[in-house]
Each structure stands twice: as structure tokens, then as C-alpha cells.
């Protein structure tokens, strides 16, 4: 097979990119060692993401617009909760999307319901090949093309090979770019839970010593948990029974949404810091989390990520129409150079939060309790965070800004 590009990995990152290169008309192969969603794997599933309205006008572009918000839930308030220091009250602060002027800042989204909805998309554009349940085995570049050569012996050239292949990544290391790691022994539970009160589209993080415990909006008196510890201790409370599990719930609540039941089976994610120290090389781009991966604290790694494939795409597309190499250095070069600054900021700025507030450490504590405090008393500094958590002005593309590719 020949074709323009070559995208390894269909998540929701690899699937979004193929759906807007795909649109323009540009020739495209995606390969997923993953099989199709099905409505049952989508019923099962726990993980929701948090997708902010920039995000969502990158989805939309694909062609799917107003759609996502069939399957997600309005985020209209944020709420950080301090309760990590038992001999005081639990500090809150409320970060409400109409005080910088927004009806909402998002959709909470579940993660396979929107992979399945991109999936039978893809079915729909002519220069997509998706092939799923298919592997990339190793690839070569010579002679200004890739070579790639997959898992039951088939080979695709390219232009350009496009890792979307997760932590993993085998375009990463085909390549020889570096990583900068790092392992905090922690894991993430996530299930979905029913209340008896409203969630009000309130998402609210419990800051706690073993990691953040999120409740996250979903349709009706429902909601999604991502709850953070040290691993050891979610292999603790995966084994307990239901009933003491979901006690354990109720009370890491606090009874903001009433009484809970649990409404899946719990999962658990293991979590890291990973940041590739380069985003190309010849003929090769890294998006997502092929570059940089994230805890799931305010979460930033999927947004992060949709910024990545919006800037990628518009630089392709816009090769590609004035009849360029869109695998030539100077389209790698663009891509890197609008990418670069905010992956590493919002990397290194996640993982130090996280340290911040996975801690135990009293001093810490403190400093954590007085910087919630400050947040509160300093509106511009409150609306500045709200707005640089819904995308940094450092790169607003046309995709981010709701514009067409
Ligand atoms: C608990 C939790 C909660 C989160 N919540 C949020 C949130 O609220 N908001 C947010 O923005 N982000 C959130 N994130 C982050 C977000 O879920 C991830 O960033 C995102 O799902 C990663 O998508 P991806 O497409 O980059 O990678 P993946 O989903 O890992 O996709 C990579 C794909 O590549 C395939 N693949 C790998 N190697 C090969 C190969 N050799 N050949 C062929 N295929 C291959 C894999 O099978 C896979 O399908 C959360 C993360 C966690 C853990």
C-alpha cells in the first residue's frame, strides 16, 4: 500500500487526526493493534474525559459537530477541595465558567462512546484506511519515504509516519528520541457512580495525601470517579468487597452528592510522567501520548493532546495544499516549534501540582492550604488559571479558535 500518511495508534488522538486529514481529502492509513468498539464495550467502560471547549472544536472539525455533546455532560463549575489536613476544616474554592463569561467549559465525555463515534466515522471519508487489529512491527526511513512494515507481513509507504501510539511508542523508538520519565508508584481507580442529590455540573477535586479523588458529572444523578493513590493501596481497596468499597466512597465524598451506589466495576490505571525530548525527527511526528504522558490531576493529558493534532493537522493540510512534502523538515520544523513550549509547560506544571498535592509532608500541606486560600481572595489570578486550563494563548490555532481547517 502507498499513501500520504501514516498513522500509528487509533485512540482518540490518532482517530481525531485521521478523521481531519481525512476530510481535506488526504490520503491516509491508520493502524490500531486494537479491535472495533462495540455498544457493549462502550456500556462497560468507566474512563470519561474532561474535554474543554477548545478540544470540542477540534472534534467538531472532524465533522461531527454538535454530536459529543449528545454523549457528554456540561462542566459549568470546577471546585478544588483541600482535605488533606484532618485537624482543620476542608478548604474549598469554586471556579463557576460564567465568571469568565462561558455557559460551560466543557464536556465530560466517555472515552469509548467517543472512540466508537470517531471509529464509524472513518467508514464515512474515502482517503481514510483504517485498519484495526493490525500491528506496526518496525519501520525504516530511506529516500524520503517510510517504509513500515506490519504485523502479517504488509508494507505501507509513506511520506510521513505519525506516532499516536501511546506511552509505548514504537514510532517514538524507531526514531531514537529520548524520554524523560518519571514513576510516582501511583494509580488511578475510576467507576461510575448513581446519587441520590445532583451534581449540578460541579466537578469537584478532593486533594487528599494519596493523590486527588475526583467526582465528575456525567448524565443525570451519575457521575464518573478518578481517584488517585499509591498503587499498592488500589490493589488494597480493587480487592474489597462491593459494600466496603463503596462505603469507602461515600466517605472520601463527604456526602456532596448523597448517598452513592457504585454502577460499575471498578478499574485501575497505572500512572507516570513521560515527555519525549523531541516531538520529530526525519520524515517522523510524535503526538499525544507518544509525547508526553501525565497524571489525570485537573485533567490536562487529553486536551493537551487534541492541541497537538489540531497544530499537526493544520500544518499538514496546509502543505498539502500549496503541493509541498508534508513530510519535509520544514513542516516537521513548524509542528515542533508550535508545540513544544506548551507540552513542556504544562508537563513539568502538572507534575509539580501533583507532588504538591499527593503529600503529606506538613510543610506542604500548609503551603497548599495558603495557596487555595490566596486563589480565593485573588479573582484576576483565579480567572487567569480558568482561562490558561482551558487552553493557553500560547498556541491558538485556527481549529482551537473554532475555525475551519
Ligand atoms: C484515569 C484517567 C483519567 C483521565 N482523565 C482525563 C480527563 O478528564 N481529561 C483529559 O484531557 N485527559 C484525561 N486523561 C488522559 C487521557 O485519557 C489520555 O491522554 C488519552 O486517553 C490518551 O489517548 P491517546 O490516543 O494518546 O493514547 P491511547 O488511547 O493509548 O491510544 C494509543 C493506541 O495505539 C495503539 N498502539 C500502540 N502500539 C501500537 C502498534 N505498535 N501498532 C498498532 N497500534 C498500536 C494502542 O492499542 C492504542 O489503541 C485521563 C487519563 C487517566 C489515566
Not at 467508514?123 to 500491528?135: A, H, I, Y
Not at 457521575?223 to 499498592?232: G, N, P, Q
Not at 523538515?329 to 501540582?353: C, M, N, P, Q, W
Request: glycine share 8%; with cysteine.
Amino acid at each position: 500500500m502507498d499513501t500520504k500518511a501514516l498513522i500509528i495508534g487509533g485512540g482518540i488522538a490518532g482517530l481525531t487526526l485521521s478523521g481531519l486529514l481525512g476530510k481535506m481529502g488526504l490520503e491516509t492509513v491508520i493502524i490500531d493493534n486494537g479491535g472495533l468498539v462495540s455498544a457493549e464495550d462502550v456500556k462497560r467502560s468507566s474512563r470519561t474525559a474532561a474535554l474543554m471547549n477548545t478540544s470540542l472544536h477540534v472534534i467538531d472539525a472532524v465533522g461531527l459537530k454538535s454530536y459529543i455533546r449528545t454523549i457528554g455532560t456540561p462542566l459549568k463549575q470546577m471546585r478544588l477541595k483541600d482535605d488533606g489536613n484532618p485537624s482543620l476544616p476542608i478548604k474549598q474554592v469554586d471556579f463557576p465558567a460564567n465568571d469568565i463569561g462561558l455557559e460551560q467549559f466543557g464536556y465530560n465525555v466517555p472515552n469509548l462512546a467517543l472512540k466508537k463515534m470517531l471509529q464509524d466515522h472513518l467508514k464515512s471519508l474515502k482517503s481514510v484506511t483504517f485498519l484495526s487489529e493490525t500491528t506496526l512491527d518496525d519501520y525504516l526511513v530511506k529516500n524520503n519515504k517510510v517504509y513500515a512494515l506490519l504485523g502479517h507481513g504488509q508494507t505501507v509507504t509513506a511520506d510521513i509516519i505519525i506516532g499516536c501510539d501511546g506511552r509505548k511508542s514504537k514510532v517514538r523508538a524507531g526514531a531514537g528520541i529520548a524520554v524523560k520519565e518519571q514513576d510516582y508508584d501511583q494509580s488511578a481507580i475510576t467507576c461510575v457512580i448513581s446519587h441520590s442529590k445532583s451534581h449540578d455540573n460541579t466537578s469537584t477535586e478532593h486533594h487528599r495525601s494519596g493523590g486527588p479523588f475526583t467526582i465528575v458529572p456525567m448524565e443525570g444523578n451519575q457521575s464518573a470517579i478518578v481517584w488517585v493513590e499509591k498503587t499498592s493501596e488500589t490493589e488494597r481497596l480493587l480487592a474489597l468487597p462491593k459494600d466496603l468499597f463503596e462505603k469507602t466512597i461515600q466517605k472520601n465524598s463527604h456526602g456532596i452528592v448523597g448517598q452513592i451506589k457504585l454502577e460499575s466495576n471498578p478499574e485501575s490505571w497505572p500512572l507516570k510522567t513521560l515527555r519525549a525530548t523531541k516531538l520529530t525527527a526525519p520524515r517522523v511526528a510524535l503526538a499525544a501520548e507518544a509525547a508526553h504522558v501525565m497524571s489525570p490531576i485537573g485533567a490536562q493529558g487529553l486536551n493537551l493532546s487534541l492541541r497537538d493534532i489540531a497544530s499537526l493537522a493544520e500544518c499538514l493540510i496546509d502543505t498539502a495544499r500549496v503541493g509541498g512534502d508534508i513530510g519535509s523538515h520544514a513542516t516537521l520544523h513548524a509542528y515542533e516549534s508550535r508545540r513544544k513550549l506548551d507540552i513542556l509547560t504544562r508537563v513539568e506544571g502538572i507534575d509539580t501540582f501533583n507532588k504538591a498535592v499527593s503529600n503529606n509532608v506538613s510543610l506542604i500541606r500548609i503551603l497548599r492550604r495558603a495557596g487555595l486560600t490566596s486563589l480565593d481572595a485573588l479573582p484576576p489570578l483565579k480567572q487567569f488559571i480558568m482561562h490558561q486550563g482551558l487552553a493557553p494563548n500560547m498556541d491558538e490555532g485556527r481549529l482551537m479558535r473554532g475555525e475551519s481547517l
